[in-house]
């Protein structure tokens, strides 16, 4: 009688997020990769590197590029629109969209720990088109933190539409019209060579994006 065949179990990529695991489902699926292929590993923003550098990950979604001279990007996974975070009493909160010129009126955060300073001018704008200043006041340490000052107060936060999904019903994610979405890509480290199964995974990915 012959041997029944086992197929190989799939391997596991280990998957850096930040916030909503929401975008990063959707790469996976356009990429053709069942959700059981990949385990979602959270990073903070105020670290967002450690996890990779440690070696506890083998790619990391990333907006923009990090600047990083040891981290390499793929080329954009998707793109994620731009909003702002606000609490459900706040004067913006509801409004279909919003302009970052209305943005100015409130007090922001300021770049947070270790995050590339860079890359947070581009995440908040330190001025708006029109020249206008977007206050960069408040500490960035935890979601919980945000969420609780945007609750409490007039405070609000530039962000993305992808966090949506992962925000309480209080707290009003208002899309920002007048700036351009994210790129979104996967970030290795620079040196290390991806195992097989994760390299063909990225190309994936940037090829759905390509479609």
Do not use: N
């Amino acid at each position: 009688m012959p041997t029944p065949r086992t197929d190989p179990a799939p391997r596991t990529i280990r998957l850096g997020i930040h916030g909503s695991a929401h975008l990063a489902s959707r790469v996976v699926a356009a990429a053709g990769h069942p959700r059981s292929s990949v385990e979602y590993v959270p990073y903070e923003v105020t670290e967002p590197f450690a996890p990779l550098r440690a070696g506890h990950l083998d790619i990391m979604i990333v907006k923009y590029d990090p600047f990083e001279p040891d981290i390499v990007v793929s080329g954009p996974v998707a793109f994620d629109g731009r909003a702002v975070l606000v609490g459900a009493r706040h004067p913006l909160a509801g409004r279909d969209t919003v302009s970052v010129e209305e943005v100015a009126d409130y007090d922001g955060y300021r770049c947070p720990g270790d995050f590339p300073a860079k890359v947070w001018d581009l995440v908040v704008p330190p001025r708006t088109p029109q020249g206008r200043t977007i206050r960069r006041v408040h500490s960035m340490t935890t979601l919980t933190a945000l969420v609780e000052r945007l609750r409490t107060t007039d405070a609000m936060h530039v962000s993305f539409q992808s966090l949506d999904a992962v925000l309480p019903s209080d707290i009003r994610v208002v899309p920002v019209h007048d700036l351009p979405p994210s790129p979104v890509a996967l970030a290795w480290l620079r040196g290390s060579e991806l195992p097989e199964h994760v390299g063909e995974f990225v190309a994936a990915a940037e090829r759905a994006a390509r479609r």
